[in-house]
């Protein structure tokens, strides 16, 4: 089914307020949820809100801890997101940033024990909306297999890299492995199979059933039990198709979050009472180098002729970022899509927390 942007965003903030959050941390994680699902990124939506209502009764997400400043320079921030939702301390990382940015040029966080933040992109726009380049990244859960390796080690590690550009900003979102988990959850709830190499068992045989892959990256992510298997890197199964470099850009992840942070690498969050996933945020004032306006035309002229090359009948040539803002623009017309596994999840948060579930619109509301 279709619902409003803002019925899902209400709905959202009511939920998040019954849960401890702050009127103001609810509105930022309604809003990522949102933006997600707007951008068809459906995997960071609000399919995330059972997982997000789970970890709040475990106590792996403490929704009225405060963010902690452990370190500070003029163009740097060491931050403590204190056990609470890892937007929540991104946010404030990245706006932090971007007001040093504008003063000095460049500048960079780091956040540790912290939570999923949802997509790496939303932090990244915050930049690029102001002028500035941004890169996001995140460690995550055990879910990935190094090249060869037949035991899950690393996160799926988004990166995330935005650049001022016209009609919108250049934005590049996406895992450091083949697919994030939160697309096999999708693909697990719709009852509909894995369509490429994408997870591979304890034998590192590919495996197509997307319910069987959940089921096992469930043990992986969230239990010290380690049956095997997992989703692959870029690169897909074989070396020969240099896997290997898919391996390293999950490595780069890796140090920059739970090593430069001194938190947990993805290996060691599924462990009792170290769910902490770090974050690294980095700006940069394109101003530096030249006139903002001028490089934004340049920029904007290359996209532009790579989406009038040659290419294949029936197919089009698209930039990251041009299918998101497509979706966006369509979606805040016709409603966002909610998948029949997520209603009814959807319908038991709202029980709980005594707050009305959003129903399949009519959506004359955006005309009004």
Known sequence: MRISSSAEKTFLEKVFATDGFSEHDGALLADTLVDADLRGISSHGIQRLAWYTS?????IIEPKNKVKVLKETPTSLLIDANKNMG?????FAMNSLIDKTKKLGISLAVIRNSNHFGTAGYYARLAANQGLIGIALTNTRPLVVPTNATEAFLGSNAFAFTFPA????FVFDGATSIVSSGKIQVLAKNNQPIPGDWAVDDQRHVVTDAQKVEDNLAKVAFTEDEPGGGVLTLGGLLEQNSNYKGFGNSLVVELLTGILAQGSISADT??????????????INPALFGELDDLKQRATKMFDRIRHLKHVPGTHIMIPGDREYKHYDENLKQGVVIDDKTAQELETIGKQAGVVVPQQSNFDWYLH
């Open 55 to 59: 970890m709040i009764k475990e106590h």
């Open 87 to 91: 937007q929540i301390a991104s946010a």
């Open 166 to 169: 016209d009609p919108h900003p």
């Open 270 to 283: 599924n462990k009792p009472g170290r769910h902490d996933f770090s974050q690294f945020f980095l700006t």
